[in-house]
């Protein structure tokens, strides 16, 4: 009897380790897709129109890390928009199939208020999703809460956007976090950086990132 159970114990032990490794390979966002190879002219920097690219932006051991103050000029004399330092990704603009952005991102804290990755482009907006830091808090755009106590660590991100079926899913260290409808299809891209809110922003915004993939389907 007591070899009975112990064979048994052993038995869910086994079936428990195998489900919790099949559950981590599942987990892993990228599967199915293809990689999409990138070269540093594929990443754009957009910084205040009137600063040179260093004052903004530093590229060392692998790490882009940008910054800017809320008093910042645009990136483009001709734009009312709010101040920004951003990697945009070059040369895989899409408006249909399946595609995703995958990178690792620190925002140091105190940082609050600005978007640290976006897909740009929509139909009848100018994104198609925004995740937000505040307080340490990543949001969709300044609504629903996608996780939380992000300060000064290293995270990763995986954006889908699944243009045909209008959706588009935020993992955050290989976990759904958030899915939501898109805003229709258009000319889209995905970037990360900072990028001020219209309000409730700190003076200084920064955030870093490494790693950065495409894929696509």
């Given at each position: 009897?007591?070899?009975l ?38 990443f ?6 009137n600063?040179?690219v ?6 060392e ?12 000029k645009?990136?483009?004399p ?8 951003e ?10 199939g ?48 996608i ?39 258009g ?31």
């Amino acid at each position: 009897m007591k070899v009975l159970n112990r064979n048994m114990l052993m038995l869910v032990l086994v079936l428990s380790l195998i489900c919790n490794i099949s559950h981590l390979y599942a987990a892993d966002p990228t599967d199915g897709f293809t990689n999409i190879p990138l070269t540093e002219a594929n990443f754009k920097i957009q910084r205040p129109y009137n600063l040179p690219v260093e004052a903004r932006y530093s590229f060392e051991n692998g790490v882009r890390r940008m910054w800017v103050y809320a008093n910042d000029k645009s990136h483009s004399p001709n734009s009312q928009t709010q101040p920004r330092t951003e990697v945009r990704i070059m040369g895989h603009d899409y408006s249909s199939g399946v595609w995703q952005f995958e990178g690792y991102g620190f925002v140091p804290n105190g940082t609050t208020g600005p978007s640290v990755v976006q897909i740009h482009g929509a139909t009848h907006e100018s994104s198609t999703i925004i995740l937000r830091i505040y307080d340490g808090e990543l949001r969709y755009y300044s609504g629903d809460l996608i996780a939380s106590n992000m300060y000064d660590k290293w995270f990763k991100v995986n954006l889908i956007h699944d243009v045909d079926q209008g959706k588009v899913t935020v993992f955050i260290d290989n976990q759904q976090k958030f899915q939501t409808k898109d805003r229709g299809p258009g000319d889209l891209y995905f970037k990360c950086g900072v990028y001020a809110a219209p309000k409730n922003i700190s003076y200084y915004m920064e955030s870093r990132w490494r790693d950065i993939k495409l894929y696509k389907k």
